[in-house]
């Protein structure tokens, strides 16, 4: 049986005691929490988030921590605003004692870590965003999610384990169950609709030109609640911002192929290697010609018209580094320039 990881604390700019705990080695990868909603020693006995987890930690070191009112944190909390948000993911940074890390976030806390590597651009190197956006309301706004989240005042057990197999799907079982155990001790109703309240008002748009990290919006394709069109536009905005599909409509990041997103993920905090959405979630192949992953990444940016300095910039690497990649490019695929390396590309649906 698996051991709980221990718990340490840090304590934000106003006092509050945050959990926090760490396990694996590697890039450091800070979960920022997902608000209110954080459960991570409940979440560990969670099977699909076990998975998600352990393939994670194979690569990364994962630091995870509840937040203000949740899980293992303090409980009784009054300030539940952006700020203290992002001075509790300073706190969590700062025990962690690395330099810097990568953040992780979804739904509601997208906004947070967005406006923490805005105001400390030295201290993260990249980003994954899930289902998220500037704006806190347009990752809440739609009929289904102000359904399920009325249900808080109604009648709590019913909304965990309403909440639980609509994320999840209906068919869950036994994961759906832990999901929903945890949520239901993860938070009181009350600071659960405080939070909520509070999210929906958070509007960091006008930080997001300032995030000049690489950042990688995930998203599913076909998921009802949020739009694809939000994705997009919160990619589009964000200076090194890709969007990245997964298949499906599950609106949770660990339930289709849960060691498959992790890896996809640790490819992009360690290596940068940015992925293209269907392979997300799948198993990939390379090209016959035997080009790398890193190649194949390049491959992808040159072909959508990037120059090799915004290649570089993209991909965090120097134009030398990328100008060696595009002559390996060039001769396994036997390419003439720029127009052979594009049409060898679309023909293998790497664009």
């Keep these: 049986m698996t051991r709980d990881p221990p718990i340490t604390y840090a304590r934000s700019r106003d006092g509050v005691t945050l959990a926090v705990t760490a396990v694996g080695r590697g890039r450091p990868l800070v979960e920022v929490p997902w608000v209110p909603f954080s459960n991570f020693r409940m979440g560990r006995s969670n099977p699909l988030l ?88 347009l990752a809440m706004s739609a009929v289904e999610t102000q359904a399920l989240l009325s249900l808080i005042e109604k009648d709590w057990n019913l909304f965990a384990e309403s909440a639980a197999h609509r994320w999840m ?53 076909a998921m009802p609640q949020i739009p694809v069109a939000v994705a997009r536009d919160l990619a589009s905005r964000l ?38 959405g269907p392979a997300i979630g799948a198993e990939s192949k390379l090209p016959p010609a035997g080009l790398s992953r890193r190649e194949i990444e390049v491959l992808r940016l040159l072909a959508a018209g990037d120059s090799n300095g915004e290649i570089a910039r993209r991909l965090g690497l120097s134009p030398h580094t990328v100008e060696r990649h595009v002559a390996n490019i060039y001769r396994k695929i036997d390419a003439r320039g720029r127009a052979d390396a594009t049409a060898y590309a679309v023909r293998l649906g790497l664009v």
């Design 50 to 137: 076990a998975r998600f987890h352990g393939e994670l930690e194979r690569r990364m070191a994962v630091i995870q921590y509840d937040g203000r009112g949740t899980g293992h944190s303090q409980r009784d909390v009054t300030d539940l605003s952006l700020e203290a948000m992002v001075a509790d993911l300073e706190a969590v940074v700062a025990l962690s004692g690395h330099a810097r890390v990568n953040l992780l976030a979804q739904y509601t806390s997208v906004p947070h870590a967005l406006a923490y590597r805005a105001r400390h651009p030295d201290r993260v190197e990249r980003i994954a965003l899930f289902s998220g956006a500037a704006r806190g309301w």
């Design 169 to 221: 799907g209906w068919s869950a079982g036994d994961a759906g169950r832990a999901l929903a155990e945890a949520l239901r001790d993860a938070v009181s109703p009350h600071i659960a609709r405080e939070t909520l309240q509070a999210a929906s008002a958070i509007d960091v748009t006008s930080e997001v030109v300032s995030v000049q990290a690489p950042v990688l919006v995930l998203h599913r394709a």
């Design 239 to 276: 200076p090194r911002g890709r969007l990245a599909l997964l298949p499906g409509s599950d609106p949770a990041l660990f339930v289709d192929d849960p060691e498959g997103v992790a890896r996809a993920l640790a490819d992009f905090f360690c290596d940068g290697i940015v992925p293209d």
